[in-house]
């Protein structure tokens, strides 16, 4: 069974303090993961899809990576705009399902 | 209007109504999904309809009722609901085949049940 696992639960840091969330994942073999913001009372907000260990993708302030077992989500100097819940997510090959981690909480503090 | 869009945004009812949600994809996608997001939890598959038939059915009670008419429109129909069933019911909608299968999301219909 596939699974994904987020961490830390929550997060809180100082505007301009730089962090890594982390998504651990098993999947039997991978079609795609994917990095999601959500923010309170709102649908999750796409933000990269990555296909393959080694491969990066940038967004202004995040960058996320990914390994064989687990995908990053550098924040770099992060503003209070940032703050949001970060939802990771798996897809296997050859099948539709994608499975959520329970995301991360960001807080940036001015 | 572009993405996903679903109406009401926000519905109180009983648990003796019955009630839909709507949702419409303006992204020339062919599958659409129900999710069901609860605090604490994360988000729970619930139908999948792929090229307009339903494919992913997640043990989902049969108070919850999915109908899609065409490919860009999808509907949740609620009957009898329990206040468990109290939730964010997300729809969401991607393009089959083709590598990863990024899913867009809607805002999201916030469901209470009293």
Redesign the interface.
């Known amino acids: 069974e596939d699974q ?1 696992t987020q961490s830390p639960e929550a997060l809180r840091l100082q505007e301009g303090e730089s962090s890594s969330l982390n998504c651990s994942y098993t999947v039997s073999g991978l ?4 990095w ?1 913001r959500q923010d309170p ?6 933000l990269f ?1 990555l ?1 393959s260990a080694g491969e990066e993708k940038e967004k202004e302030r995040l960058k996320a990576t990914l390994t064989k077992k687990e995908s990053f989500l550098h924040i770099t100097a992060p503003k209070p705009e940032d703050s949001a819940t970060y ?1 990771c ?1 798996v ?1 296997p090959l050859g099948y ?8 991360t909480k960001l807080q940036v503090i001015p | 209007e572009t993405g996903v869009t679903q109406t009401p945004r926000h519905l109180v009812m009983g648990m003796t109504n019955k009630k839909s949600l709507k949702c419409e994809q303006h992204l020339g996608h062919n599958a659409m999904y129900w999710y069901k997001q609860s605090a604490k939890k994360p988000l729970e598959l619930m139908f999948v309809y792929s090229l307009e038939e339903r494919v992913e059915n997640n043990s989902v009670p049969s108070r919850f009722s999915p109908e899609c008419p065409n490919s860009s429109h999808l509907f949740l129909h609620l009957h009898t609901l329990q206040p468990e069933d109290s939730a964010l019911y997300l729809c969401a909608s991607s393009q089959v085949r083709g590598p990863g299968n990024t899913i867009y999301f809607g805002e999201g219909s916030w469901l209470t049940v009293v």
């Open positions: 994904v079609r795609g993961l994917f999601y009372g709102k649908g999750p907000e796409f899809t296909y939802l997510a897809q539709q399902k994608v499975t959520f981690g329970t995301g």
